[in-house]
């Protein structure tokens, strides 16, 4: 299997335009994965009124915490002390 590096070092390698459509089919793929995950109970209409890029980080961020309150106490709490 190809490492990572490697992977990377033949993309660089390859015409813009090729890169561009590799960028292109590899974003793609990442909102068809990332739409899936999203809830069925959300309501995407009133995501709609979002801006698109705002859309593509919808199911991105996966918070661990059951105590939303809590995990921002936290973060308020590192970032201020």
């Known amino acids: 299997m190809i490492r990572l590096q490697e992977l990377q070092e033949q993309v660089l390698k390859l015409p813009i335009k090729e890169r561009w459509h590799l960028v292109q ?24 009124e979002l801006d698109p890029w705002t859309q593509s980080l919808i199911g991105v961020i996966r918070l661990e915490s059951e105590n939303l309150e809590e995990s921002y106490v936290n973060y308020l709490e590192k970032k201020y002390s």
Do not use: D, R
Not at 34 to 48: G, K
């Open 25 to 48: 089919t590899v974003l793609a793929s990442i909102q068809q994965e990332t739409l899936s995950s999203i809830p069925p109970n959300l309501n995407l209409e009133s995501l709609s």
